[in-house]
């Protein structure tokens, strides 16, 4: 699983210093809505992916999932069948297009897109919509945690079978540990964690590969000392400059009596950068 080598006639353009919302994502609306092939790529999930590629291929670069990537989440989709998969950070609906479709194909009823953007999640949703997927994708707008209580109070969202990662690095941790307190995070349900390489998110991978003894020790270390809230990313320093200074709640606990099995499968960004998915199975709870 998971790409040996990259295909460099496949990358996108470079990744300048400001990167998105600078209107590059409304552009790719009008790119691929005004497509001399438009009507080939309504209601085909592939073609709009395509078009998305070739507009970040021939344009501008987008932080878009990629087709390597991609293929280690769409094949544990395959495998797993998820009736219900979240994703936190939908940018412009790479992701949301691939993996919805592929958790229709598979049998799932519910995709739910979180994106806290409101110009982002209305691309996601006219290109998710072009790619016929409307039946199953349900777009969100809003920040990640309180997307997730508001879903989860008004019984629209009970249990997590698969979740994909790819929002605010430091929120990885913190939601993770919302969705476990809120018992959606159960045996059987399964994360993938985008960008764990580059630009990398340690706190995260050091909370799903500790045991669940560990997890308790830390949780009472923090309560006595309290939370290192420092997290040196430049990706996560640039969003909160661009969106707004996010507000995490660093004293969630979680449920450190889940266990977990996590591996890092390696692939490549879309532009070749080495980057990899951490895929965590939720396999046991210990009484």
């Known amino acids: 699983m998971g790409a040996s080598e990259f295909d ?4 996108y353009q470079k990744q300048e210093e400001v990167f998105f919302d600078d209107g590059r994502e409304i552009e790719l609306l009008h790119f691929v809505h005004g497509h001399p092939n ?8 592939e073609r709009v992916l395509a078009t998305i590629d070739e507009y970040a291929r021939s344009k501008k670069y987008l932080m878009n999932v990629g087709e390597d990537k991609g293929r280690i989440v769409t094949d544990l989709i395959k495998e797993r069948k998820p009736q219900t998969m979240v994703e936190l950070g939908g940018y412009v609906g790479y992701s949301c297009v691939l993996f919805g479709a592929a958790v229709r194909d598979a049998g799932g009823k519910r995709y739910w897109s979180l994106e806290r953007n ?22 969100v707008v809003g920040p990640s945690d309180a997307s997730i209580k508001r879903l989860h109070s008004s019984g629209q969202l009970q249990r997590i079978d698969m979740m994909f990662l790819d929002h605010y690095k430091p929120a990885y941790t913190t939601d993770l540990k919302l969705c476990e ?21 340690p706190p995260y991978l050091e909370y799903v590969r500790s045991s669940c003894d560990q997890k308790r020790q830390k949780n009472k ?22 969106v707004g200074q996010e507000k995490l709640d660093e004293t969630r606990v979680g449920n450190p ?20 998915v951490e895929v965590t ?6 009484q």
């Open 8 to 11: 460099p006639t496949k990358s």
């Open 38 to 45: 438009i009507e080939e790529i309504r209601g085909n999930p």
């Open 118 to 139: 409101p110009e982002f999640a209305a691309v996601i949703s006219s290109l998710a919509d072009l790619a016929g997927l409307s039946d199953v994708v349900k777009v």
């Open 181 to 201: 307190e809120l018992r959606l995070i159960t045996p059987g349900s399964v994360l993938l964690a985008d960008n764990v390489v580059h630009p990398g998110n």
């Open 221 to 242: 270390s923090n309560a006595v000392n309290g939370v290192d809230t420092r997290f040196e990313d430049h990706t996560a320093n640039q969003y909160k400059t661009r």
């Open 257 to 276: 009596n889940l266990v977990y099995e996590s591996q890092l499968v390696n692939s490549f960004e879309p532009n070749g950068i080495p980057d990899g």
């Open 281 to 286: 199975r939720c396999v046991s709870e210990e």
